[in-house]
């Protein structure tokens, strides 16, 4: 079993819809959750993170947090063709981040 | 100017040969770290340093080297390059805080091993 696993899609959503990401990972011990949003030939850059289990908001990402399932997720509302890209979940253990392997999202005009 | 930089940007080399990645960085992190990225794989950790004197082994470390020289400067080293090493190699950099550990990527090297 990977320690960090996502679904590699390609995800494919309408502009405007919700865009739902989902990340699993192995290690109870893990503290600090991120989400990063890469382009293609590009080098990722930070979303969010969350440490606390529930929902934390910006703009129009929104993480979740279920640290009982073991669960993360990243949720893009009124999702822009401008938000297609792959999305890397990563956990922090003992400093270092364990990476998914990504979900590659398309937003359709 | 950018905080992390990476030299070479595009690589292009034969087996056997030996080659050297550089990063620094500006924004005065102790962590530093060496990723690769393969399609359909995400980033892996090569080597990964918390200060100038403590280096450690990633996921796959094997037929890598690194060299810490400053706190700016993390280089990788391919001492005997295959083709399977061909990839895109990140560096990263960090800084500690209580449960934020973001890491900040330079912009990507693409090497080819022929």
């Known amino acids: 079993q990977k320690e960090v696993e996502q679904n590699s899609g390609p995800l494919s959503v309408p502009e405007g819809a919700i865009a739902s990401l989902n990340c699993t990972y192995s290690?109870?011990?893990?503290?600090?959750f991120f989400w990063y949003r890469q382009y293609s030939g590009k080098s990722p850059e930070l979303i969010m993170f969350i440490y606390s289990n529930g929902d934390k908001e910006d703009g129009r990402f929104t993480a979740q947090l279920n640290k009982a399932s073991q669960y993360v997720s990243l949720l893009i509302r009124d999702s822009q063709p401008s938000d297609s890209a792959t999305y890397l979940c990563?956990?922090?253990?003992?400093?270092?981040?364990?990476f998914g392997q990504g979900t590659e999202l398309s937003v359709k005009p | 100017d950018a905080d992390v930089t990476q030299t070479p940007r595009n690589r292009i080399t034969k087996t056997g040969k030996r080659i050297m990645l550089e990063c620094s960085q500006t924004k005065g992190h102790d962590r530093m770290y060496w990723y690769r990225q393969d399609p359909g794989l995400g980033l892996r950790l090569i080597y990964y340093s918390f200060d100038v004197k403590d280096i450690n082994k990633g996921e796959i470390s094997d037929g890598y080297s690194v060299s810490r020289q400053a706190q700016a400067k993390f280089s990788l080293s391919l001492e005997s390059a295959i083709p399977n090493q061909t990839a895109l190699y990140f560096c990263a950099t960090s800084d500690l805080g209580q449960y934020q550990e973001t890491q900040y990527f330079g912009p990507g090297t693409r090497l080819l091993v022929l």
């Open positions: 990563a956990v922090n253990q003992g400093g270092k981040l364990i």
């Open positions: 290690d109870r011990g893990s503290q600090s």
